[in-house]
């Protein structure tokens, strides 16, 4: 099980939102807080969310390869969406790189260029918004993960699918 002390949640610089919420729950009296204590990643992760814990945690060292591993997962899950924009080639290359977590062998490039002319079309399609996602991986982990459930045919399913996952990992 991954854990995490409210030293390092505290050095990463989260917003006041988040913070309050996470410091109330685990250092619920201002005497004696123990900053150093390990407090399971899941315990915050139910109480701030996925938004949340993504936003806070992606700016923790032990969790950004983890967190950039989930972003691939998550583009992965609809990676049927893309094949109808890019050509054969660069669909197969980006499916295997998410498959291994190797976003260093994402083409970039071109995955930005398929995602500039969807965005064109009369209607911000879902195509166009996991394009995004892959594409932002490693760059906006966040953004990637949240536009990864925006692509989905049922957002709230694909949430809930993200937060089941997460907390799979995070248990493990």
Not at 48 to 58: A, E, H, P, S, Y
Not at 119 to 136: E, G
Not at 139 to 162: F, P, R
């Amino acid at each position: 099980m991954l854990t995490v002390t409210l030293d390092k949640i505290y050095a990463s610089r989260p917003c006041n939102k988040y913070w309050r919420v996470i410091k109330a729950a685990f250092a619920p009296t201002k005497l004696n807080i123990d900053f150093e204590k390990p407090i399971p990643a899941t315990a915050i992760l139910d109480k701030i969310g996925l938004d949340g814990f993504i936003k806070v945690f992606i700016e923790i060292e032990e969790f950004t390869e983890m967190l950039s591993e989930f972003a691939c997962w998550c583009s992965l899950r609809n990676i049927h969406l893309i094949k109808r924009c890019v050509p054969e080639r660069i669909y197969n290359e980006t499916a295997k790189a998410l498959q291994t977590n190797d976003i260093h062998q994402l083409n970039k490039r071109l995955i930005h260029q398929a995602y500039l002319s969807t965005r064109k079309s009369p209607r911000f399609s879902k195509s166009s918004r996991l394009l995004y996602s892959i594409y932002s991986i490693g760059l906006d982990t966040a953004a990637s993960i949240k536009t990864a459930s925006y692509a989905a045919n049922d957002q709230t399913k694909e949430e809930l699918e993200q937060f089941t996952k997460l907390y799979e990992i995070l248990s493990s």
